[in-house]
C-alpha cells in the first residue's frame, strides 16, 4: 500500500528507537527528518528553546495546537510533573493516528490526551467537555492563519490567566505577521522573540513567547 511520509517516521522510530524512551524517539525523528524526509516537527534547535520555556513555566495545564506526528508532544510530555493535564489538537486524522502510536512507543500516551478536530471548533468545548479551567502553557503550532483567532478564542473563553504562556513556532517561516502584530501591541501580552532556524533548514525562523497578563 502507497505509504505517506508520516508513517515512514513511525516505522523508523518503532525499528530504531528505544521502547518508552522520550528522548531517544526525538533524536530518531531528528535523524530521519534530517537525513532522510524533511518534515514539520519543531525539530532540535527550536525544541531546545521549547523545552527550556517549558521547563521554566513548569506547567500543570498544557495546550497544544497542532499535534503533527507528536514530536513536540513527546518532547514536551516529558518535562511534565505528576499528575499534569496535556491536550493536543490536531485537525488531520491520519497525523492523529500516528501520533497516537508515537505516544504509546514513547510511554507518554497517559499525559497526553489527542482531541481530533479543528482548533476553532473544539476550543469552546475545553471548559465543558474537558473539565478545563485555564492553561498554564500554550504551544501554537498549526495554520499560521489560525495564530491570531485562535489566541482570541482563549481569551474569550476564558482558557487564559494571568501568567500563561503562549508560545508560537513558524512566526518568521512560514510567518505569521498577523500574530506578532496582535500580541506584541495588545498590553495584555508581555512578547519576548526567541531567533532561530526552520526546521531541519538553515532558513530563518523564530518562536514568540507571548505571557497573558490578566
Ligand atoms: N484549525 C486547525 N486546528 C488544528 N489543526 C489544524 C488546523 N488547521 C490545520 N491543522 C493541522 C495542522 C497543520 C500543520 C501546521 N504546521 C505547518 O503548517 C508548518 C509548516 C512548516 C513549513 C515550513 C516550510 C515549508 F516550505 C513548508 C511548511 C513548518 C512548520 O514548523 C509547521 O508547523
Ligand atoms: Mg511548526
Redesign the pocket.
Known amino acids: 500500500m502507497a505509504q505517506i511520509k508520516e508513517q515512514r517516521i513511525l516505522d523508523y522510530v518503532l525499528q530504531n528507537a528505544i521502547k518508552g524512551n522520550p528522548q531517544n524517539i526525538v533524536d530518531a525523528i531528528d535523524k530521519y527528518c534530517s537525513e532522510m524526509e524533511w518534515a514539520?516537527?519543531?525539530g532540535n534547535e527550536k525544541g531546545l528553546i521549547l523545552d527550556k520555556i517549558v521547563s521554566e513555566t513548569n506547567p500543570a495545564t498544557v495546550l497544544e495546537?497542532?499535534t503533527?506526528c507528536g514530536y513536540s508532544g513527546v518532547r514536551i510530555a516529558q518535562l511534565l510533573k505528576p499528575g499534569a493535564c496535556f491536550l493536543t489538537?490536531?485537525?488531520?486524522p491520519v497525523?492523529a493516528a500516528i501520533a497516537k502510536q508515537m505516544f504509546e512507543f514513547a510511554g507518554v500516551k497517559e499525559k497526553i490526551q489527542i482531541l481530533e478536530?479543528?482548533?476553532?471548533e473544539i476550543i469552546p468545548k475545553l471548559k465543558s467537555k474537558y473539565k478545563v479551567n485555564t492553561f498554564d502553557f500554550i504551544f501554537i503550532?498549526?495554520?499560521?492563519d489560525?495564530y491570531v483567532p485562535?489566541t482570541k478564542l482563549l481569551e474569550e473563553c476564558g482558557l487564559l490567566k494571568k501568567g500563561s504562556v503562549l508560545l508560537a513556532?513558524?512566526v518568521v517561516?512560514?510567518g505569521a505577521p498577523d500574530f506578532l502584530q496582535y500580541v506584541r501591541n495588545c498590553v495584555r501580552y508581555e512578547c519576548t522573540n526567541y531567533p532561530s532556524h526552520?526546521?531541519y533548514s538553515d532558513?530563518e525562523d523564530a518562536l514568540e513567547k507571548a505571557v497573558f497578563k490578566g
Open positions: 514539520m516537527n519543531v495546537l497542532g503533527y489538537i490536531e485537525k488531520n497525523h478536530g479543528s482548533s476553532e503550532d498549526h495554520w499560521s489560525r485562535d513556532d513558524n517561516y512560514p526552520l526546521e532558513k
